[in-house]
């Protein structure tokens, strides 16, 4: 158990750079349609969870908060119809048509400025979409990166947790996001914690059609909120292998399969559609070269190393397993040592959606 001062320490850890700025009429409407049409055409697209987790340890590595005494959570208990796909990665746009949206001249300069950096590199661009959506994330960091240890050779849950334990800043790569979402739902907007997640929250309210922010979302803890009518929030059937495809007779129609069989179905106006644009930042040349020639790179195994030679100095000790990457109880209890328990409040109008405790 963190004793209220350590879970002071921590929560500090967790602040962006910055605030976050909130930008508007972010795309153009013929950006905004492509962007659509790749999703509806290059589908379908498979849930958030079930592309990044292999259990529940891992799952909430990322996120923060308590659950009641007793209670093992699953990762059905997150089981929520929002899919993600990649429209552009390791620098590299994905689908020629969105050249434009990812190599955005105008975002470039939104990530060195909230940096006040002199260069920036865009990175990756995802999105988020879903129909009616429940929202049980109680809060959680995006992936960050650090210089050798990063998503595209670490498990998730570990850049989290290094992340939260605020041990590899001299290895953090500085990351800006320009994150915009399409969304006509009078009630659903974004919630984060800027000041740490002890600290109160700020929202972006809704409507947040073409809205955004640009923000370091890998120090913040944030947390997209509930959108659509209630009793359509979880659609009877959604399984991990739920599927999210355009209906290929209109590209304004979109289905939930399992199989062959649609479980749901929505117009485009129903969706909450996010558009996740991130760019790696440098100060100056020599930290560019820095992030780019590998000299100062940290390995996965000096980074495991260096977390348990923390916890054995506050005496925690922790035997390394063989598979450390994939032990769940190894996991769960390097996450555990720096988890403050989740933020300490939420806005009214935005609660976490209610779980189902069995």
């Not at 340890?57 to 208990?77: K, Y």
């Not at 739902?185 to 955004?212: M, Q």
Request: charged letters at 20%; proline letters at 8%; a negative charge.
């Amino acid at each position: 158990m963190l004793t209220d001062d350590r879970r002071l320490e921590l929560s500090d850890v967790l602040r962006p750079i910055a605030p976050p700025r909130e930008i508007s009429n972010i795309y153009t409407a013929d950006q905004r349609r492509r962007l659509l049409d790749v999703v509806h055409a290059e589908g379908p697209w498979k849930l958030i969870i079930a592309q990044h987790f292999a259990s529940a340890d891992e799952l909430m590595a990322t996120m923060s908060g308590a659950f009641p005494e007793g209670f093992t959570p699953s990762l059905d208990l997150f089981l929520t119809p929002t899919f993600r796909g990649y429209l552009a990665e390791y620098g590299t746009v994905l689908y020629p048509e969105l050249h434009d949206c990812f190599y955005n001249a105008g975002f470039i300069e939104h990530a060195k400025s909230y940096w006040n950096a002199q260069y920036a590199k865009p990175e990756m661009m995802l999105f988020n979409i879903n129909g009616p959506c429940a929202n049980r994330d109680p809060g959680h960091l995006d992936s960050p990166s650090f210089r050798g240890v990063r998503h595209s050779n670490a498990p998730t849950w570990l850049c989290s947790v290094m992340g939260k334990s605020g041990l590899f800043t001299e290895y953090l790569i500085k990351m800006a996001q320009v994150i915009t979402w399409f969304s006509l739902d009078e009630g659903s907007g974004f919630t984060y914690w800027p000041d740490g997640p002890l600290k109160p929250p700020a929202r972006v309210l809704p409507p947040i059609d073409n809205r955004g922010v640009v923000v370091q979302n890998e120090m913040m803890v944030h947390r997209g909120e509930a959108n659509g009518p209630l009793e359509q929030q979880v659609p009877a059937g959604l399984a991990f292998d739920t599927l999210f495809a355009g209906d290929p007779a209109d590209r304004d129609q979109w289905v939930l399969k399992n199989g062959d069989d649609v479980i749901a179905r929505h117009h485009t106006n129903e969706l909450r559609f996010l558009v996740h644009w991130s760019a790696e930042v440098f100060g100056d040349f020599a930290e560019l070269k820095k992030n780019m020639d590998g000299s100062d790179d940290i390995t996965i195994e000096r980074a495991i190393g260096m977390m348990v030679d923390d916890l054995k100095s506050k005496g925690i000790t922790l035997d390394v397993p063989s598979e450390p990457l994939h032990d769940p109880q190894f996991i769960g209890a390097l996450n555990a040592a720096y988890d403050l328990g989740g933020p300490s409040s939420y806005p009214e109008e935005a609660p976490i959606s209610a779980f189902q405790f069995a």
